[in-house]
């Protein structure tokens, strides 16, 4: 059986509008403008005509409502409406390209003057151990040591003079049952692969309600 591949994860583009509404313009065109002759870009959809024609309804629209022309607050705010809804055409098909070339995906969407969507940042994973859910119980959580490996668990009631076993297990978690309420107990695990058991981790401590 091969292996599996990893799968990268694409960048996503992002559409990120000022409020004000002639902030908005000006994004908007220089959108237009980063994508013209963008060679990344052949077939815009929405062309770029059809923005470029929304944009000028809107800067017409937001001159009116400036004047406060009866009625033009609400066409500028059709326009803009219907400016964004082709933007976010536009930043659709922007992905559509950025699928096809995982590799250089930031930079094709940063030359579209679009954002990049940060992936969440995830903290690594750390042996920890804290409160079960029952009374007199500990639940333990270690770092992946990665498929097909097991994990072997002990813990201490004598500042780690001794150690007693808990069952292993073949997830990098368990729940350790049986213990005194209001004693502080030590805990450790190892994982243990292919190539043997690993080293002890550190200890760490926990006050059993």
Not at 30 to 39: H, K, R, S, Y
Not at 86 to 94: S, W
Not at 149 to 156: G, H, L, N
């Amino acid at each position: 059986m091969g292996k599996s591949k990893t799968t990268a994860k694409v960048p996503q583009a992002i559409l990120k509008l000022p409020r004000r509404m002639a902030d908005l313009i000006t994004h908007a065109q220089a959108i237009v403008t980063a994508m013209t002759g963008n060679a990344s870009f052949p077939t815009p959809t929405p062309t770029l005509a059809v923005i470029s024609t929304a944009i000028s309804a809107l800067q017409t629209a937001e001159t009116a409502a400036l004047s406060r022309v009866n009625g033009a607050v609400a066409v500028r705010d059709d326009k803009r409406a219907a400016l964004v809804k082709l933007l976010k055409q536009l930043t659709a098909y922007v992905q559509t390209v950025v699928d096809a070339d995982v590799e250089t995906a930031g930079a094709i969407i940063q030359s579209a003057a679009l954002a990049v969507k940060k992936a969440p940042t995830r903290k690594p994973r750390v042996f920890d151990a804290v409160h079960g859910a029952a009374p007199g119980s500990a639940s333990l959580i270690a770092p992946s040591a990665g498929q097909r490996a097991a994990y072997d668990w002990e813990y201490s009631v004598d500042g780690g003079k001794t150690w007693v076993m808990s069952p292993s297990t073949l997830q990098a978690k368990t729940v350790v049952t049986g213990l005194t309420p209001g004693a502080t107990v030590q805990f450790r695990y190892r994982p243990v692969t292919k190539a043997g058991e690993g080293n002890w981790s550190q200890v760490v401590s926990l006050m059993v309600t």
